[in-house]
């Protein structure tokens, strides 16, 4: 098994590296749809999207937010908290 996969990926990686400047853009574009663009710098993101944006489980973006050492906005207590991206950039940074 391990080498029919060897096989298919050496085939593959053959074909990609036979492709030209034209093939490649084609080729960019087909699969443009289906790539996660990066959020906008002052995205609003939820805090599942934030943990992982900042590489941390949620359970310690929450333990943060408890002790206010993240910035965040939430519409009352108890609601979905909200972290704007640019102010986690900043967070980080310090």
Known sequence: MAARQHTEGSIGLAFIEALDDDAYALLAARLAPFLQQPAPADAWLDAK???????MPTS?????TAERAIPFTQEGPGCKLYFKRSELDAWRER
């Open 49 to 55: 999207e934030a943990a992982a944006y900042l590489g």
């Open 60 to 64: 310690t973006l929450h333990k943060l």
